[in-house]
Nanobody
Framework: HVQLVESGGGSVQAGESLRLSCAASYTDSILWMGWFRQAPGKEREGVAVIGTRGGSTYYADSVKGRCTISQDAAANTLYLQMHSLNPEDTAMYYC????????????????????WGQGTQVTVS
């Protein structure tokens, strides 16, 4: 079972930036990794995902141009650089991974991912 540990969340002012990190215990069988978020009373939504083999990326429309997802394959670490944060970005951010063989519903669909971290809170005021 892949363990995912997020870090980098915090409380910031609107317009500021944050970089989230996700350390994975291993990624040998992982084909996709990504960031999802869930605000109170809302559904979990895909923010940004990356294919670990080819590097393809997908972003939610709400973060395009403000966020960049990247990976350090050697360090088994995933990043999400976020700029121009606004209060609508306030949520718990989760790191997710999709292993080979998982049922695929699409890159930004949460049920495509079978490994999840505990989350890191981002609050923008």
């Amino acid at each position: 079972h892949v363990q995912l540990v997020e870090s980098g969340g915090g409380s910031v002012q609107a317009g500021e930036s944050l970089r989230l990190s996700c350390a994975a215990s291993y990624t040998d069988s992982i084909l996709w990794m990504g960031w999802f978020r869930q605000a109170p009373g809302k559904e979990r939504e895909g923010v940004a995902v990356i294919g670990t083999r080819g590097g393809s990326t997908y972003y939610a429309d709400s973060v395009k141009g403000r966020c960049t997802i990247s990976q350090d394959a050697a360090a088994n670490t995933l990043y999400l650089q976020m700029h121009s944060l606004n209060p609508e970005d306030t949520a718990m951010y989760y790191c997710a991974a999709a292993a080979a063989g998982v049922v695929w519903y699409g890159p930004l669909v949460s049920k495509s991912y079978n490994h999840w971290g505990q989350g890191t809170q981002v609050t923008v005021s």
